[in-house]
Structure formats: structure tokens, C-alpha cells
């Protein structure tokens, strides 16, 4: 109950670690929680990308950036467990190393609140590790987005397309599919337009590695005038997308090179 009342005003810093803090105890009393995980998960997740981001990215904090990675690997961690926790069969074909594939196929809809703050934070621990470890991992997450689609293509704003819309900026390589990635960044934004983070990644993503400048400039200006009462259940998520899309505004000279 502290968890949730102090994630409930997430928007402050020191609301957000105490929501991380009262559910690590809780973990300690009642270890057989999978709920309690996922929420952990997800309150790791967005400390690191919602608040650190901004210390790291516009303050320079390194030590930002090295919490930044920990808080990942730990919300991909707790959402692993969650899944082995629910789902005895998962966790049984799991830790006998057959195909990840046969593990999933022991899941269903229940399971795609852990399996997106699972594959959502293990892709960004990996780009903040190496490109060896983005490598190691991009089966593994592709494969879980693309069941989350199959399962609940609504869930967390149409996370799994916006996940897929970057993913085809980067795949095949190294040039990537543009165009399939913005069939699915547009189905995310038409699915969810409330959702900012959807159009800073498809400006950061698609339009700059496309050179098209007047999509990144429209994408972002969105972002900034959109109003935040007005969805205050990501209240919090939303402000700090309209800070990156501040912080990518500012150098679009630099990250836009126009065909």
C-alpha cells in the first residue's frame, strides 16, 4: 500500500524511490509476489527513463547513467522472475535452455504485464551495455513483443508496435525498413495519440535516421504543446517525453541530416 501510494505521485523524484523501496520490502516479507514484481519493474523503469534520462542526458550526471543501467537490468530481473513465478511451465523449459520460443508458448494474456516491463527493460539495459548484448537480446525481446501483439495489441499504449516501429529502423541492417517501421509507429499513435513517448521515438528513430526533418519537427511539436492534465494517469511519463523532445528540438541540426 505504501508502494502504490507513493508511485501514485510518481512526478516527484522522492515518490518514486520510496515506491521502488516499499515494494523491495515487501518482496522481503512476501517473496511469491508476481504483482508485486511487475510494479517493481515498472517503477524501476521509469526512474531510469522518465527522471535519470534527463540527469544524464541534459545534466551530464554520469552517476545518473550508471543507476540508469542498474535500474533496467533490476526491472528485467524482477519481471523475469515474475513470469518464472506465475508460470511454472515458463520457468521449467526456461531454465532448461530449450528454445526460448517453446518457453513462451507456455504463456498467455495474464503474462504480458511482466513479459513488456520484462522485454522493455532488458532492450534498454542492452543498448546502455554494449552492441554485443543488444545482439544477444534482440531475439529474445522481438519474440515477446511480437506475442504481447498476438495477446493484447492495446497493451501499455500499443507498446508492442512502437516497440516494432523501432525495431525496423535498425533491422535489416544497417539501414533498416523505414517504411514498415512507420506502418507501425502510426498504428501506435492512431491506437494510443495520448502517449507521447510513441512520437519522440519515432522522431529520435525513423524520421531523423530518414533525413526527413518536417516529420521530426511536427513529431516533437506535438509532443511539446500537448497538454499533460489531460491524461493524468501518465501524467508523470508524459512530462518527461516533452522534456526529450525538447532536448532532440534543440539539436535537430544535428541529428537530422535532410534528404
Known amino acids: 500500500k505504501q508502494g502504490d501510494e507513493a508511485f501514485a505521485a510518481r512526478g516527484?523524484?522522492?515518490?518514486?524511490?520510496?515506491?521502488?523501496?516499499?515494494?523491495?520490502?515487501?518482496?522481503?516479507v512476501s517473496p511469491s509476489?508476481?504483482?508485486?514484481?511487475?510494479?517493481?519493474?515498472?517503477?524501476?523503469?521509469?526512474?531510469a527513463d522518465s527522471v535519470l534520462w534527463m540527469e544524464f542526458n541534459i545534466d551530464g550526471n554520469e552517476a545518473a547513467g550508471e543507476r540508469?543501467?542498474?535500474?533496467y537490468k533490476n526491472a528485467a530481473n524482477e519481471a523475469e522472475l515474475a513470469l518464472g513465478q506465475k508460470y511454472p511451465g515458463f520457468r521449467s523449459k526456461y531454465c532448461a535452455r530449450q528454445p526460448f520460443n517453446t518457453a513462451l508458448e507456455q504463456l498467455d494474456k495474464e503474462a504480458v504485464p511482466a513479459m513488456y516491463w520484462y522485454a522493455a527493460s532488458l532492450s534498454r539495459?542492452?543498448?546502455?551495455?554494449?552492441?554485443?548484448?543488444?545482439?544477444?537480446?534482440?531475439?529474445r525481446i522481438k519474440a515477446m513483443m511480437e506475442l504481447i501483439r498476438r495477446l493484447d495489441p492495446s497493451y501499455w499504449y500499443y507498446a508492442a508496435d512502437r516497440y516494432l516501429g523501432?525495431?525496423?529502423?535498425?533491422i535489416p541492417f544497417p539501414n533498416g525498413n523505414?517504411?514498415?517501421?512507420?506502418?507501425?509507429?502510426?498504428?501506435a499513435i492512431q491506437g494510443a495519440p495520448n502517449y507521447l513517448a510513441t512520437?519522440?521515438?519515432?522522431?529520435?528513430?525513423?524520421?531523423?535516421?530518414?533525413?526527413?526533418?518536417?516529420?521530426?519537427?511536427?513529431?516533437?511539436?506535438?509532443?511539446i504543446a500537448f497538454d499533460l492534465s489531460s491524461v493524468?494517469?501518465?501524467?508523470?511519463?508524459n512530462a518527461g517525453e516533452q522534456k526529450k523532445a525538447k532536448f532532440y528540438l534543440d539539436d535537430i541540426d544535428t541529428l537530422v541530416n535532410s534528404k
Do not use: C
Request: a neutral charge.
Open 199 to 223: 512520437k519522440v521515438i519515432y522522431a529520435e528513430m525513423n524520421a531523423a535516421k530518414g533525413g526527413d526533418r518536417a516529420l521530426f519537427q511536427r513529431l516533437l511539436d506535438e509532443v
Open 232 to 237: 493524468p494517469e501518465i501524467q508523470p511519463e
Open 12 to 28: 516527484d523524484k522522492a515518490q518514486a524511490e520510496a515506491a521502488i523501496k516499499a515494494w523491495t520490502e515487501a518482496l522481503k
Open 68 to 71: 540508469m543501467v542498474n535500474l
Open 125 to 139: 539495459w542492452a543498448l546502455m551495455t554494449s552492441i554485443v548484448e543488444v545482439l544477444n537480446q534482440t531475439d
Open 166 to 170: 523501432g525495431f525496423y529502423t535498425k
Open 178 to 187: 523505414l517504411v514498415e517501421s512507420s506502418k507501425h509507429f502510426d498504428k
Open 33 to 47: 509476489r508476481p504483482d508485486i514484481r511487475v510494479k517493481l519493474a515498472r517503477a524501476s523503469y521509469y526512474l
